[in-house]
């Protein structure tokens, strides 16, 4: 059963950094063909933030472009992406989702808030 466990999120100051690990566990080898990062802000809808394909290719949100970065090797059990120059307006759940051998899981989501 594959689970994927988010961690990083927390409060940081607008225009600083965060990390946002994605762990994915349970997979027993079988490979990741698609990595997609969401953020849903209070009261508002789940947006796309970024993709990377089991090749490499990766594609950013026109919002993010830039700021948000993902390792290009997302087999390994943990992938990490960073989002820099944080914004007000970014503080939302932060999700990573997977396709792995044909289905698709959530993570539990981490908690962004950007303060002054």
């Known amino acids: 059963q594959v689970q994927l466990v988010e961690s990083g999120g927390g409060s940081v100051q607008a225009g600083g950094s965060l990390n946002l690990p994605c762990e994915v566990a349970?997979?027993?080898?079988?490979?990741?063909?698609?990595m997609v990062w969401y953020r849903q802000p209070p009261g508002k809808e789940r947006e796309f933030i970024a993709n990377?394909?089991?090749?490499?290719?990766?594609n950013y949100a026109a919002s993010v472009k830039g700021r948000f970065t993902i390792p290009l090797l997302i087999n390994k059990s943990t992938t990490t992406p960073q989002m820099n120059s944080l914004k007000h307006g970014e503080a939302a759940g932060y999700y990573c989702?997977?396709?792995?051998?044909?289905?698709?899981?959530w993570g539990q989501g981490t908690q962004v808030t950007v303060s002054s």
């Open positions: 349970g997979r027993n080898f079988h490979p990741i063909s698609i």
């Open positions: 989702n997977v396709l792995c051998s044909g289905d698709y899981y």
């Open positions: 990377i394909i089991s090749a490499g290719a990766t």
